[in-house]
T-cell receptor, first 113, second 111 residues
Framework: EAGVVQSPRYKIIEKKQPVAFWCNPI?????LYWYLQNLGQGPELLIR????????DSQLPKDRFSAERLKGVDSTLKIQPAELGDSAVYLC???????????FGQGTRLTVV | QKEVEQNSGPLSVPEGAIASLNCTYS??????FFWYRQYSGKSPELIMS????GDKEDGRFTAQLNKASQYVSLLIRDSQPSDSATYLC???????????FGKGTLLTVNP
């Protein structure tokens, strides 16, 4: 069974530029999460989807971050414009509906210069 | 008080020893408890989940949960150099709630 797939693996952009991350969850997993992990810290939830509905986006900085999950499968997380402090690893995870066991993708390491 | 607390380490143990990793949490409504292993530069990998008080064993790993003390631990028996990683504790109130992580404990197993 394929795991959670994310792309790109690495991204370097200049500040004020836009950037987008893509995630394909494990087949059959209707719950999808985007987490942010700073160096030396645990992952922090940005947004959680149940199918195509964002059920928890309270931690998403909506002035510059946006996310979508069209058709309830793949998801895209966007930052516009990026700031230096956005440099981090962006992790996507998925789980079966009703399960609390989440499985992570490889992550996208973003560097904003 | 932080929601999930772990000793950041590093915790250093010799090969073959038992490594003991500890985690405390503040939300008494927490129902699900997880241990993730994260190698340097890699993403977290789920290695143990526990939902009720007591011990749960899986190979060389044993998770222990004490809800009254709000404490969860992970024991790694016969530690191997390949166990060297950061171990993240995570808790959840249920499937309709977010998974909250601690900062992780760096474990080093010395050959």
């Amino acid at each position: 069974e394929a795991g959670v797939v994310q792309s790109p693996r690495y991204k370097i952009i200049e500040k004020k530029q836009p950037v987008a991350f893509w995630c394909n969850p494990i087949s059959g997993h209707n719950t999808l999460y985007w987490y942010l992990q700073n160096l030396g810290q645990g992952p922090e939830l940005l947004i959680r989807y149940e199918n195509e509905e964002a059920v928890d986006d309270s931690q998403l900085p909506k002035d510059r971050f946006s996310a979508e999950r069209l058709k309830g499968v793949d998801s895209t997380l966007k930052i516009q414009p990026a700031e230096l402090g956005d440099s981090a690893v962006y992790l996507c995870a998925s789980s079966l509906t009703g399960s609390t066991e989440a499985f992570f993708g490889q992550g996208t390491r973003l560097t904003v210069v | 008080q932080k929601e999930v607390e772990q000793n950041s380490g590093p915790l250093s143990v010799p090969e073959g020893a038992i490594a003991s990793l500890n985690c405390t949490y503040s939300d008494r409504g927490s129902q699900s408890f997880f241990w993730y292993r994260q190698y340097s530069g890699k993403s977290p990998e789920l290695i143990m989940s526990i939902y009720s008080n007591g011990d749960k064993e899986d190979g060389r790993f044993t998770a222990q949960l004490n809800k009254a003390s709000q404490y969860v631990s992970l024991l790694i028996r016969d530690s191997q150099p390949s166990d060297s990683a950061t171990y993240l504790c995570a808790v959840n109130r249920g499937s309709n709630y977010k998974l909250t992580f601690g900062k992780g404990t760096l474990l080093t197993v010395n050959p």
